[in-house]
């Protein structure tokens, strides 16, 4: 039993923290790592990771659980297919608030890019979940594959050790989500190779 509980416990931390929001950030970080953005002034960077943070992880997490706290629900109870799409409103809100707000500033295409891909991640996931629950966690980590794919073409490096960290990180993630209940081995699949393909094609063609 106590092991049961330390397993759940384990899958709770891991859950929270790869949070489906983390894209964003995460593409900036290899952007400012292996493109001509690492040029860029310090301070630069910072102040564009702090925007990213502000409005594609700090605004959806507060939203969600003031909306889940006001609602009385528990995380699992949120976790419903039914349940979820005003915490979809409120991230892809957030999402296009960034994206716009980058756009009025003229910021590189790059970083639009990966503003845009997380966008249409979101909104793909919330069209999916209303007939069939989809893992944004999975999708998440899917589209960091795909953008790292989509800059390794760009940029010219090689990412196949960054990719065998993605799909290590989605194993544990997506088993940690089947741990506690909230998805289906296939909700879990699907998620993450639907997030890789859109990532990929958004970041390659538009």
Aim: proline share 3%.
């Amino acid at each position: 039993m106590k092991n049961e509980k330390r397993l759940i416990i384990a899958a709770r931390a891991v859950s929270l923290f790869f949070t489906p929001f983390y894209l964003p950030i995460v593409g900036m970080l290899v952007l400012f790592t292996f493109s001509f953005m690492s040029i860029f002034p310090t301070a630069y960077k910072l102040q564009v990771l702090a925007m990213v943070y502000f409005f594609t992880i700090l605004m959806p997490t507060i939203s969600i659980r003031l909306y889940r706290k006001y609602q009385g629900w528990t995380l699992i109870e949120l976790g419903q297919r039914e349940r979820r799409m005003v915490p979809y409103a409120l991230s892809i809100a957030s999402y296009f608030a960034c994206y716009y707000l980058f756009l009025r500033l003229h910021m590189p295409h790059f970083i639009g890019s990966i503003l845009l891909a997380a966008l249409c991640v979101q909104m793909i996931c919330a069209l999916i979940n209303v007939v069939w629950k989809i893992s944004t966690h999975s999708a998440a980590i899917g589209a960091v594959g795909g953008a790292l794919f989509a800059f390794a073409e760009y940029l010219a490096f090689n990412p196949i050790w960054w990719l065998c960290l993605v799909f290590l990180v989605g194993g544990i993630v997506g088993t940690c989500r089947m741990i506690l209940r909230q998805h289906s081995l296939g909700q879990i699949v699907g998620g993450f190779w639907i997030g890789f393909f859109v990532a990929a094609i958004i970041i390659l063609f538009i």
